[in-house]
């Protein structure tokens, strides 16, 4: 098992930027991939990025060239460096972890641990 706590969240003005930071439990041994989604209100949570073990990386297009995700495997933590953040980037991030070998980046039932969120707000 493998908790997963989001951290970074909080409110930016439109243009401005943010970093989320997801720290797992335990080692991420055993980990094959770390996401991000997010959930605005009255919406359906939505990928945002997967890095995987290699460090490839992948990006929802409402977020590439503005969205970056890095992971540190001896931290056991992935990051997202948010900028250019619009309104409509405002919602809550989820971090979540694939335990399975064989995986779609984008498929939500793929992550098998999922953290608590952090709240992202981007408004004047």
């Known amino acids: 098992q493998v908790q997963l706590v989001e951290s970074g969240g909080g409110l930016v003005q439109p243009g401005g930027s943010l970093r989320l930071s997801c720290a797992a439990s335990?080692?991420?041994?055993?980990?094959?991939?770390m996401g991000w989604y997010r959930q605005a209100p009255g919406k359906e949570r939505e990928w945002v990025a997967t890095?995987?073990?290699?460090?490839?990386?992948y990006y929802a297009d409402s977020v590439k060239g503005r969205f970056t995700m890095s992971g540190d495997n001896a931290k056991n933590t992935v990051d997202l460096q948010m900028n250019s953040l619009k309104p409509e980037d405002t919602a809550v991030y989820y971090c979540a972890a694939v335990r399975r070998t064989t995986y779609i980046v984008g498929k939500q039932s793929t992550y098998d641990y999922w953290g608590q969120g952090t709240q992202v707000t981007v408004s004047s």
């Open positions: 890095i995987s073990t290699d460090e490839t990386t």
């Open positions: 335990r080692s991420t041994f055993g980990i094959n991939a």
